[in-house]
Nanobody, 126 residues
């Protein structure tokens, strides 16, 4: 059974940085998309970033492009999200998710991701 475990969340001041990691077990990532999503209280879950495991192609939400970087470590079966220049509006629960897809198109819709981690809280104070 696939299990995704996130780590790295915490409390930071605006302008600070955090690095989130998500390790997959029960499946060696290969023909997959790995994505990061976030959800703030009272808001819909939104796409943040994703990466195609095979090609390394990435996709970013407009709100985080230039500030966040998604990367993969094939040897560790881990996807990371480096978050710089954090803003209070970045606050939320961050989830990593797995989309078993052979498509070159990096999916952005949450419904397309079949497996989810438990989430890790990111709080950016002003």
């Amino acid at each position: 059974q696939v299990q995704l475990v996130e780590s790295g969340g915490g409390l930071v001041q605006a302008g600070g940085s955090l690095r989130l990691s998500c390790t997959a077990s029960g499946r060696t990532l290969s023909m997959d998309h790995m994505g990061w999503f976030r959800q703030a209280p009272g808001k819909e879950r939104e796409f943040v970033a994703a990466i195609d495991w095979n090609s390394g192609t990435t996709s970013y939400a407009d709100s985080v492009r230039g500030r966040f970087t998604i990367s993969r470590d094939n040897a560790k079966n881990t996807v990371s999200l480096q978050m710089n220049s954090l803003k209070p509006e970045d606050t939320g629960v961050y989830y990593c998710a797995l989309n078993p897809s052979r498509s070159s198109h990096v999916a952005r819709a949450p419904v397309l991701y079949n497996y989810w981690g438990q989430g890790t809280q990111v709080t950016v104070s002003s």
